[in-house]
């Protein structure tokens, strides 16, 4: 298989295992790439692309523009807080316009879920989703499976814990579809209110002891809680949270395994994890930020082949 089975980078649930593969090869080439003297390579000279951020980012933003830019295609940004969209135009009406500048591919982040599949169906442009709300972040899932698949070789067989928040985490859900699709075995950890209703559809394991999850997992990928996407309180305290599931030195020491710790950033140092635990040799965290550029060349460069 050498081309991606669907139109668009909507989210990880539409994909299949060869895409996600395909995706790894070749990232894998353009990881030798970005790691020479001459990063740049001319794969999408003449193609523009519109990165339009309806929501706050930093590392999928930055990413996003340097593989664009690694790719040599032409490169437009977009922030809605300085644009006309706080004067009430619609968000048809502003990519509309974005492409009557004749944009070939829009990269997207919003705050809505299911924003990225409406477009898809109203314009014509590639669209990838670079997170909607609480539904899916298909680059940051494939970022984090491939970080995983470089560290153990396979990413089939391992035990990936997902730690936290997975009631508002699009990047839980990516997760799971992704790790899933290539045949590892994912749990779930957290206080109950922060687990979704369908989770048992999901197939995941579901721990609410932290101490048995880690005993569990060859991965720990944890998350921040999302106090901006919960409109009541749903646990105590930041500090009890931090208690009873935050991620310390101490809790490593005291697991009979070493385990790698994953987080897709920004991190709340001293709430999920401690200093000493995402700086430490078990953190692949720097990894997954730089494996991100490569994925999202891969990404961009694959939809540009589809025509
Ligand atoms: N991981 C992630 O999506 O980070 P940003 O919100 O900074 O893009």
């Known amino acids: 298989m050498n081309s991606l089975s669907v139109e668009h980078m909507l989210g990880i ?53 340097l593989a664009e830019k ?14 006309s969209v706080k004067k009430g135009e619609t968000l048809l009406d502003t990519v509309n316009n974005i492409l009557a500048m004749k944009v070939d591919i829009v990269v997207m982040r919003h705050p809505n879920p299911g924003a990225s599949v409406f477009l898809s169906r109203n314009i014509k442009a590639k669209i990838i989703n670079a997170g909607d709300g609480t539904h899916e972040h298909p680059t940051q899932a494939l970022l984090d499976s491939y970080s995983i698949r470089e560290k153990y070789g396979i990413v089939e067989g391992k035990k990936i814990v997902i730690i936290g928040d997975i009631l508002h985490s699009r990047v839980a859900l990516s997760n799971i579809y992704c790790l899933k699709k290539l045949g590892a075995d994912v749990g779930v950890c957290g206080p109950s209110t ?63 395994k070493n385990i790698t710790i994953m987080h897709p950033g920004p991190i709340n140092r001293g709430v999920e994890l401690t200093s000493d635990v995402a700086d430490s040799e078990h953190s692949i965290i720097l990894d997954q930020v730089e ?6 060349m891969a990404v961009l460069y694959l939809l540009s082949l589809k025509k």
């Open 291 to 296: 494996n991100g550029v490569a994925i999202r």
């Open 70 to 83: 690694r790719l040599s295609a032409d490169v437009i940004n977009f922030s809605s807080a300085s644009s």
């Open 194 to 256: 922060l687990m979704p209703k369908y989770l048992d559809s999901l197939g995941v394991k579901h721990f609410s002891n932290l101490n048995s999850a880690l005993n569990w997992c060859d991965v720990a990928n944890v998350l921040r809680i999302q106090l901006e996407r919960q409109d009541v309180q749903l646990f105590p305290s930041l500090r009890e949270y931090s208690n009873v599931y935050g991620i310390n030195k101490n809790v490593l020491d005291n697991l009979n």
């Open 13 to 65: 649930k539409y994909l299949i295992k060869d895409d996600i593969n395909l995706i790894f090869k070749t990232a894998d080439n353009f990881k030798k790439i970005i790691n020479q003297p001459i990063k740049k390579v001319p794969s999408l000279r003449d193609v523009t692309i519109a990165n339009l951020f309806f929501e706050n980012s930093t590392r999928t933003k930055l990413s996003f523009e």
